[in-house]
């Protein structure tokens, strides 16, 4: 935008000088043309006095005429580059110039020409006169003819004068605009700096008049989006929140029912619908985990997320506290969970850190069949630190793997209890971080593998 707004000014303030040149071109010719319409009319007034200066005929009929000029013509001859040639009728050079005895004028009209001798374009003069010794042919040549001058000095007092004042102008003017589109310039990478997620309002003072209206109208739109994301959030949380205490107190009386149904089929005596209530139970768990993951989703989507400090955390004790709080839940599926964690620390949010982690190990307890593996790392490799979740489990094809990390997105034909929001809330807790989740097969070409870079 602009690259083309510095060269539609440069084309509209360079145009106008471009023209401006040529004006003054044609208009220095035209005085040039002047000029010479007035050297021709000089020169007609000068030939009837270089005829009137033949006064009269040598001793013997060969010997030339006798000349006395005329002081206009004699003036006119010794002030530059101007000359004569008096011939006869049939072209003989008779006093002047010897290479003035061009072919004579056929009638008493007077003739105009240019002619190249010695390196100097003549404007030459010819006419038919009647003398004292008869009729001859009387021709005035003048050297300074301002159209060939013109001609062999456009370059130099026409045309490079103009070319330099141009390229002049295009700097100046190309300077100018740079320093007056330099605020628009930084406005420019003031937006395209910002983070996706920030919607404040940008600096009005700080923008030219004419780009003013454009920048309230940003802030406008800014508000409006904030606005609307905000309210999303509140929902969010607020439902999330408003499911959690109920579903809790739902949770542990169908635990407590489910637990009677137990006993009560281990004695004999089945008194209660065993079945149905282990439904209810797993019902109540996934809509459980379902208001908990929107309370999470919502959290770690938070505008303000990026505005908090983040602090160093030690990621080799989160991995032990998480490894410690599934250990359970791998057992019971007799997976082998294990820990693979090297001393590191980064800048980041604990809470957020250990969500993430949280979700990845649970997906893969949770899909990894029984008797497979499970591995936790962490630590540096390539001058970055990371945190990595592996398992044997059936992995997710590739064509499918930017798709899980979408909202409410589960792979095809995938068994097992989920909402589909696990990576969701990883990927959305990675870019907080500044990364990005990276899902490649596990070891062997079994499983997956998820990967996240962090920041030292």
């Not at 006093?95 to 072919?103: R, V």
């Not at 007056?180 to 008049?209: F, Q």
């Not at 949280?358 to 893969?364: E, F, I, K, R, W």
């Not at 591995?375 to 490799?381: A, H, P, Q, V």
Request: aromatic share 4%.
């Amino acid at each position: 935008m602009l690259t083309g707004l510095r060269r539609r000014l440069l084309v509209m303030l360079i145009v106008p000088l471009v023209l401006l040149a040529l004006a003054n071109a044609w208009f220095d010719y035209r005085s040039a043309d002047n000029v010479a319409l007035q050297q021709d009319e000089r020169l007609a007034a000068l030939l009837p006095l270089v005829a009137d200066s033949v006064i009269g005929s040598g001793v013997k009929p060969s010997d030339p005429p006798l000349l006395l000029l005329a002081p206009q013509v004699e003036e006119f001859i010794r002030q530059g580059n101007a000359t004569f040639g008096i011939s006869d009728p049939d072209g003989t050079v008779l006093l002047g110039e010897p290479w003035l005895n061009g072919l004579p004028p056929t009638d008493q009209g007077l003739e105009f020409h240019s002619e190249e001798h010695a390196g100097v374009t003549w404007r030459i003069a010819r006419q038919r006169q009647q003398t004292a010794v008869g009729e001859i042919v009387v021709a005035l040549a003048d050297g300074t003819d301002p159209r060939q001058q013109w001609a062999r000095s456009i370059f130099f007092r026409v045309l490079l004068p103009n070319l330099v004042l141009v390229a002049a102008a295009a700097f100046a003017v190309g300077w100018a605009v740079e320093r007056a589109l330099r605020p628009l310039l930084e406005l420019k990478n003031a937006v395209e700096r910002r983070s996706p997620r920030d919607l404040s309002a940008l600096d009005e003072g700080e923008s030219p008049e004419e780009v003013r209206p454009l920048v309230t109208s940003l802030n406008r739109l800014f508000g409006l989006v904030n606005a609307q994301a905000e309210s999303q959030r509140r929902f969010v949380a607020d439902a999330a929140h408003q499911l959690r205490t109920p579903l809790a107190g739902l949770q542990a009386q169908v635990e407590a029912w489910a637990q009677a149904a137990e006993a009560s089929g281990r004695g004999g005596a089945v008194t209660l619908p065993a079945e149905q209530v282990s439904k209810l139970r797993g019902a109540t768990r996934r809509t459980s985990q379902l208001a908990n993951q929107l309370l999470a989703l919502s959290r770690a989507d938070a505008r303000t997320m990026e505005a908090q400090p983040m602090q160093r955390v030690d990621l080799k004790a989160l991995c032990e506290d998480l490894l410690q709080a599934h250990l359970d839940a791998a057992t019971a599926r007799h997976i082998d969970l294990g820990l693979d964690a090297q001393p590191v620390h980064v800048m980041g949010h604990d809470w957020l850190l250990r969500e993430l982690v949280g979700n990845v190990l649970d997906n893969a307890v949770k899909y990894t069949p029984e008797g497979g593996t499970v591995t936790l790392r962490c630590g540096m490799r390539g001058g970055q630190a990371f945190l990595e979740v592996e398992d044997d489990g059936p992995g997710v094809p590739e064509a499918e793997r930017a798709k899980v990390l979408e909202r409410f997105y589960r792979v095809q034909g995938t068994g097992g209890e989920g909402n589909g929001l696990g990576l969701a809330i990883a990927q959305e807790i990675a870019r907080v971080h500044h990364g990005q989740l990276e899902l490649h097969p596990g070891f062997g070409g079994r499983g997956l593998r998820v990967s996240l870079a962090l920041v030292l």
